[in-house]
């Protein structure tokens, strides 16, 4: 620091008049330094957290048709929740044609205007009954669906619960989609 001597009027500390005046000279490097790694830190960790995590599959291609073509045991089923309708059960399947799969597929309107997920889940029991080597069912929500019902409805086609406590596996592998409407 360096001291001059100057006169005038508010030259001093404070505003007062005073004779001396002080350059200060201040390194903020290193407060830049704190400053950015903070910003870092807060970036990671923001991009880091997730508030929910929704455990699903994805379908794959297969490049071999022949391990597909003769499964009667198995099917895909598409379930369709819309918000003003209820729900719809489509079955799919590469062996079989879509008259003979139509006789398990349902529609299910809303009860009161809620879903009927006993009614998702006797539906679904039916197919598994049927088709007893199926595990996988694609969930096509409206996008007006709060996440709490979504999960409501995996949990419905996931397990069956008996009276006595048993558990009947229904389709655990939830593949997740949706309809681009352009």
Not at 1 to 21: H, L, N, P, V, Y
Not at 29 to 44: G, K
Not at 61 to 88: H, L, M, N, P, Y
């Amino acid at each position: 620091m360096s001291a001059e001597k100057k006169s005038g009027f508010g030259g001093g500390m404070f505003g007062k008049d005073s004779g001396i005046t002080y350059d200060v000279y201040l390194n903020l490097t290193p407060l830049m330094d704190v400053m950015s790694n903070i910003l870092f830190f807060l970036l990671a960790a923001f991009g880091a957290s997730s508030l929910a995590i929704l455990a699903t599959t994805v379908p794959v291609q297969s490049s071999e048709e022949t391990s597909i073509a003769a499964d009667d045991d198995k099917v895909t089923v598409t379930v369709r929740a819309e918000t003003s309708g209820g729900f719809s059960i489509q079955c799919e399947s590469v062996s079989m044609t879509k008259e003979q799969l139509r006789a398990y597929g349902a529609r299910l309107p809303k009860i009161d205007g809620k879903f009927d997920y006993p009614g998702l889940t006797a539906g679904l029991k039916r197919v598994k009954e049927r088709f007893p080597g199926s595990s996988s069912m694609i969930l096509v929500p409206d996008d007006e669906i709060p996440y709490d019902q979504i999960v409501k409805i995996m949990d419905a086609a996931r397990e069956l619960k008996l009276p006595d406590g048993r558990k009947i596996i229904l389709f655990p592998e939830v593949v997740l989609s949706g309809i681009f409407k352009g």
